[in-house]
């Protein structure tokens, strides 16, 4: 059934070639021919184009091993002039490259379902734990729009994370480690999350017993173990920034790769914090224009939803900086951190401080992306299949983190795909779960039920309704601010019910032992 299933989605992800791709076909198109054309001393201060190479040396030297191959599809989307190039060899080709690599998030799907014990054993096998699992990770919504329709490279990098989370599952510390070490110099954002390993392995790796009472046993320390660690951390990391720092180039890698002239929010809004911090300055100014406390004149007009990939600053509230977004992240990644070493629950325990760090940063963090929710619905979706109280909380996290995605396939076309697809993935998510944990209580209560369904109208207003009316010119950026604002509420909401369900957790004696 696992190779069903993983040919299935394969053959979805063809199906979907000829759709809408994003300005991100361009960016991938540019970085092979930056690669393929100029030496390594080049490749970080090119800017023939605007979306210059700001990913980690790992993934510049993925897209220059592509160049060897797309030069047999179609030579001129190598050529770094050839602006925004898009003949159909050229879509052909990126397209195949990323359900290719995926190949790799097929096998550490494969290994994250072995990671899952048979407790719960069912005789249908669409009910059996292992299976709905493969389905919520192969088959994810999120990922095969964002992938294969707004295009991205996400499944093998999500294939490096979930492969190092079961080799940390299986006590396997050492390639775990060397995975994750290996994904932080494909791509930085994975840094979020690298508190969670970092504790979990000095928490089960360096210190090697626990005392009775679950304490740490100091003794324990193993230095031999922590070397090894620092080991396959400082060789990874010079053969990956090694080169550039013998070319002295490494200040020009590390602007590239931390761009914060870019803003506090992206082109579309997060669906975060922030986003709740600037609708409140909108609803702000607007009162205060209304009151006359301000001055029309001096306000730009939608500065924060105009789509633009751009610094601005708040009218009403104090306009946020750089440091106080890496302050509030660190702070709200703290608890989960600290749960971490002074509660430990072995593989579980790390999975729900993986998630809350992924969280803590989407909610916190500076120009997030609305596509990093993804990087904490997948680890959610281990600890769904086990618990009825994780269960819940994934299904409000899963549907309003997807639905978020809507802005970014604008495109006619693009709408019945991204609906079906959206639909089908939830209701199986919903029955699934709710037949999995079928003896326990309801998986959400009716507050949070009615909260989901009321997507439904925000979206037949969003995509139908609003078009239609005489308010799409004046406030063209209100579909937008109301997506993001009220898919916020529920993703802050499941974000605190994880944060108090890990914070109130008792642990038994059993798991002190352990």
Not at 112 to 132: H, Q, S, V, W, Y
Not at 454 to 478: A, D, H, S, Y
Request: aromatic share 16%; glycine share 4%; net charge positive.
């Amino acid at each position: 059934w696992f190779r069903a299933l993983a040919l299935g989605v394969s053959f979805l992800k063809c199906l979907l070639i000829p759709a809408y791709y994003s300005t991100d076909f361009e960016v991938h198109r540019n970085w092979l021919a930056i690669t393929h054309n100029l030496p390594l001393s080049q490749w970080y201060y090119e800017a023939t184009s605007e979306w210059t190479l700001d990913y980690p040396p790992f993934f510049a030297w993925f897209e220059y091993a592509l160049s060897h191959i797309a030069k047999y599809f179609d030579p001129q989307m190598l050529v770094v002039e050839n602006l925004n190039y898009a003949s159909q060899a050229t879509i052909f080709f990126q397209r195949l490259s990323v359900i290719f690599t995926d190949s790799l998030f097929i096998y550490a799907v494969h290994e994250c379902c072995r990671c899952i014990n048979g407790k719960r054993a069912a005789k249908d096998i669409l009910e059996k734990p292992t299976f709905i699992l493969a389905v919520l990770l192969l088959w994810n919504f999120g990922l095969l729009i964002v992938d294969h329709i707004h295009f991205q490279y996400n499944g093998f990098l999500f294939g490096l994370m979930l492969l190092s989370v079961a080799r940390l599952c299986q006590k396997r510390y050492l390639e775990g480690a060397l995975l994750f070490a290996i994904l932080l110099h494909f791509k930085h954002i994975y840094m979020y999350v690298a508190p969670a390993y970092g504790v979990y392995l000095l928490r089960s790796y360096c210190f090697t017993a626990n005392n009775a009472d679950g304490s740490l046993k100091w003794r324990s320390f193993s230095f031999l173990h922590v070397t090894l660690l620092g080991l396959i951390v400082c060789l990874v990391s010079a053969l990956s920034l090694g080169p550039f720092l013998v070319l002295g180039q490494l200040p020009q890698v590390i602007s590239r790769l931390f761009p914060f002239k870019r803003g506090l929010c992206h082109a579309y809004w997060a669906p975060n914090f922030w986003a709740l911090y600037n609708a409140m300055d909108k609803a702000l100014t607007i009162l205060g224009l209304k009151c006359n406390f301000l001055d029309g004149k001096k306000i730009p007009k939608a500065s924060m939803t105009g789509g633009l990939v751009q610094a601005f600053q708040h009218t009403v509230l104090p306009s946020v900086t750089p440091l106080a977004t890496l302050i509030c992240t660190f702070l709200a990644i703290l608890p989960s951190v600290f749960c971490l070493w002074f509660k430990p629950q072995g593989p579980r325990g790390f999975l729900q401080c993986l998630v809350l760090c992924a969280l803590s940063s989407f909610m916190f963090g500076w120009h997030v992306h609305e596509k990093a929710i993804l990087l904490a619905i997948l680890p959610l979706s281990l600890l769904s299949i086990q618990r009825a109280k994780d269960a819940g909380i994934y299904l409000i996290l899963a549907t309003t983190g997807h639905f978020s995605l809507f802005p970014l396939l604008f495109t006619p076309p693009e709408l019945p795909i991204k609906i079906l697809l959206m639909l089908l993935f939830t209701v199986y998510s919903f029955s699934s779960l709710k037949s999995l944990f079928r003896r326990e209580k309801p998986l959400l209560n009716w507050l949070e039920t009615i909260y989901l369904i009321q997507l439904v109208p925000l979206e037949i207003f969003c995509e139908i309704i609003f078009p239609l009316t005489t308010w799409k010119q004046q406030f063209p950026f209100v579909p937008l601010l109301l997506t993001s604002v009220y898919c916020a509420l529920g993703i802050t909401y499941a974000w605190l019910k994880l944060y108090v369900s890990v914070l109130t957790e008792r642990i038994s004696v059993r798991q002190k032992a352990e």
